[in-house]
């Protein structure tokens, strides 16, 4: 009996993973041909859902589509997807496939609600040498573990804007988890990001992959997700438009996030504010990116530094966990937990 009902959950979880991924070739039933699909392939929209989340302004944009054909993928689209309301209850079943993925301290864990979770923007801000980057460095190890509630772990894209990878990192925090080196580093696939515009071209890249290798990635990491905007766009005068650039970005990365239920990680730098000295605040530093990136991410999380190797991880906002602070130590091995 127990088999049975086992079989049958898996068979649930097949039927829930098929409908997250509608591929976009179901378009050719409804009469959208081939060549079509293909101009929104050449442009990331891979599901049916993709097409959703997309305006009628940006596929009319897209090179060859023409308004008529937009309204009539547009339509094709939505027969394909009931666009109704849930109740909570079906909804918590749906939030069901979420999982969390472990930053290897139990501490920090705890504090998260089980880890850095899927279909979400995790950012963690801090100064340097707060550990940003090997938090980063970290999830890449521990995505790769089977871990909690059946979670099966998954391969990992990392988009570097800093400079800051090191495939020798992976190797330490390898053997911390004794896993093989050679097969932890064949899961990260890898790509350093010069400017702006090309850090928004590799999203295009980054949904292909997920949709061709579906429900085999389970982690995206941008590490850092502003600095590239910093150098760009200079001054006052370009402040809104890196802002719409940046916003655009975000609503990209939260629809990739929903699209393919995987976990996306970002790190930002810190500001110094110079008005604040005359508000008398306890910490004049404030992440950047301003409140575009505030209200994009879902869940922000502050690190600070504390007595040598400690750090402190602080909620800052968050829509289910409450603001608490979790101590978490930088180990040759990554991320892991205080000793006392």
């Known amino acids: ?65 023409s308004e ?45 609600g089980g880890g850095i979770e899927s279909m979400a923007i995790t950012e963690a801000f801090g100064e340097f040498r707060t550990g940003k980057t090997q938090l980063s460095h970290t999830l890449c190890v521990t995505a790769q573990l089977p871990g909690a509630r059946g979670y099966p772990g998954g391969k990992i894209i990392f988009i570097d804007t800093e400079n800051t990878f090191r495939p020798d990192r992976l190797r ?16 990260v696939l890898y790509a350093r990001a010069y400017t702006s515009e090309h850090q928004m071209e590799l999203l295009d890249y980054v949904a ?47 629809k990739i996030s929903e699209e393919y239920n995987v976990a996306v990680f970002v790190t930002n730098q810190m500001t110094a504010d110079p008005g604040a000295t005359m508000t008398f605040q306890a910490d004049p530093k404030k992440p950047i990116g301003g409140h575009i990136l505030a209200h994009a991410s879902t869940t922000r999380i502050s690190l600070r530094k504390g007595r040598g190797e400690l750090r402190i991880a602080k909620i800052y906002d968050s829509p289910e966990m409450p603001e608490n602070e979790a101590t978490f130590a930088i180990t040759a091995g990554g991320i892991g937990d205080a000793k006392e």
């Open 1 to 65: 009996m127990k088999e049975d009902q086992v079989v049958q959950e898996e068979q649930g979880l097949q039927d829930e993973e098929e409908s997250l991924f509608q591929d976009i070739d179901l378009l050719q039933k409804h009469g959208i041909n081939v060549a079509d699909i293909k101009k929104l392939k050449s442009v990331g929209i891979c599901t049916i859902k993709g097409i959703q989340m997309t305006t009628r302004k940006a596929l009319c944009n897209v090179k060859g589509l």
């Open 172 to 187: 330490d925090i390898a053997d911390r988890f004794n896993v093989d080196h050679d097969a932890v580093l064949d899961n």
């Open 68 to 112: 008529a054909k937009v309204d009539k993928i547009k339509e094709a689209a939505n027969k394909l997807i009931e666009p109704g309301f849930l109740t909570a209850f079906e909804y918590s079943e749906k939030r069901k496939m979420v999982f969390h993925i472990s930053t290897g301290s139990q501490e920090f864990d705890k504090l998260l």
């Open 208 to 254: 292909a992959k997920f949709h061709e290798e579906a429900g085999i990635f389970k982690l995206l990491i941008i590490d850092s997700i502003m600095a590239l905007f910093r150098v760009d766009f200079s001054g006052r005068g370009e402040l809104a438009e890196r802002q719409q650039k940046l916003a655009q970005m975000l609503s990209r990365l939260q």
